[in-house]
């Protein structure tokens, strides 16, 4: 399975971006496979379109396409420093189950009724999210085949 954005690819999109220090600061290993595993999540979303390729290993790319569209990349590299940051979507939902917390005198309440979507998608971005959706099928969708 090839990544959708290589360590090298990823150290150009970040070279213009600000706030970009989680990659920048990775080492060239965790790079490689924070790639590795931002390739992972983008690839269990449902996507519109089939696989160019049915046997090829990853979703993209899709129907005519012979390569991976630039926003795919883009996503694989905003999930990846979002990795090397730390965010974890299954800890993200867990920490949303907690609804206040109380430090001496202090009390804060949480409103809880909304994990959001990117989260409950298990995209750790909300950047990424938005550039991913686009291309995902409308979930409440039902797709119809005629078989004779």
Same mark, same amino acid.
């Given at each position: ?16 971006? !600000?706030?970009?220090?989680?990659? @920048? ?12 595993h931002a390739t992972a999540i983008i690839d269990? !979303? %449902?996507? !519109? ?5 049915s046997t090829q290993a990853n979703q993209f790319?899709? %129907? ?7 926003? =795919? ?9 979002? !990795? ?10 867990? %920490? ?5 917390? =109380? ?10 009724? &909304?994990?959001?979507?990117? =989260?409950?998608?298990? =995209? ?12 995902? &099928? @409308?979930a409440s969708a039902i797709q119809m085949m005629?078989? %004779?």
């Amino acid at each position: 399975m090839a990544d959708y954005a290589s360590s090298a690819e990823a150290d150009t999109y970040f070279a213009t971006r !600000l706030n970009a220090s989680p990659w @920048d600061d990775a080492s060239s290993g965790n790079k490689a496979k924070a790639v590795t595993h931002a390739t992972a999540i983008i690839d269990r !979303l %449902n996507f !519109l379109g089939e696989k160019t390729v049915s046997t090829q290993a990853n979703q993209f790319p899709r %129907n005519d396409d012979t390569t991976i569209p630039q926003d =795919i990349q883009d996503a694989c590299c905003e999930i990846a420093k979002a !990795l090397l940051d730390g965010v974890d979507p299954e800890m993200e939902i867990e %920490n949303l189950s907690m609804t206040q917390m =109380i430090y001496g005198p202090a009390k804060t309440t949480y409103d809880r009724s &909304r994990i959001p979507e990117h =989260i409950a998608h298990g =995209i750790p971005s909300g950047v990424a999210w938005r550039i991913l959706k686009p291309y995902l &099928r @409308d979930a409440s969708a039902i797709q119809m085949m005629r078989v %004779n």
